[in-house]
Nanobody
Framework: QLQLVESGGGLVQPGGSLRLSCVASGLTFRNYAIHWFRQAPGKEREGVSCISSDGGSTKYTDSVKGRFTIARDNAKNTVYLQMDSLKPEDTAVYYC??????????????????????WGQGTQVTVSS
C-alpha cells in the first residue's frame, strides 16, 4: 500500500524558514513525481510545487517562487520543501501527493486535485508573530 507521510511543520515568525519532508513507502519512488499542496482555512486546496520523478523538472506556484525550493533524494524515498522568507499568508496545512496513472505519474505538472490518487495526512504550517 502506497503511503505518504509529511513532517516538519510548525510555528514560525514571518521571515523565518521551515523544511517539510514527504517520505514515501509502498512504491518504486523513482518512478513518481511528487507534488506539494496547501489548504488554508476556508480556502481551496492549491498546488504549491512539484518535482518530476528524476528531479530534473520542478514547478512552483507564483506566490512562492524565489522563496520555496523543492528537492528529492530517491535513495531515501523523500522529497523536501524548503520554505524561506515565510509570510503569514503561507499559513496552511501542507500535503504531499502523487498520481497513479502510468502515463502521468512521473511528470511534474499541476493536475486537477481529483487526479491525485495518494495523499499524505498533512502537516500544519503557521506563520505568525
Amino acid at each position: 500500500q502506497l503511503q505518504l507521510v509529511e513532517s516538519g511543520g510548525g510555528l514560525v515568525q514571518p521571515g523565518g524558514s521551515l523544511r517539510l519532508s514527504c517520505v514515501a513507502s509502498g512504491l518504486t519512488f523513482r518512478n513518481y513525481a511528487i507534488h506539494w499542496f496547501r489548504q488554508a482555512p476556508g480556502k481551496e486546496r492549491e498546488g504549491v510545487s512539484c518535482i518530476s520523478s528524476d528531479g530534473g523538472s520542478t514547478k512552483y506556484t507564483d506566490s512562492v517562487k524565489g522563496r520555496f525550493t523543492i528537492a528529492r533524494d530517491n535513495a531515501k524515498n523523500t522529497v523536501y520543501l524548503q520554505m524561506d522568507s515565510l509570510k503569514p499568508e503561507d499559513t496552511a496545512v501542507y500535503y504531499c501527493a502523487t498520481v497513479s496513472r502510468l502515463a502521468t505519474r512521473s511528470l511534474c505538472l499541476f493536475w486537477p486535485t481529483t487526479d491525485y490518487t495518494y495523499w499524505g495526512q498533512g502537516t500544519q504550517v503557521t506563520v505568525s508573530s
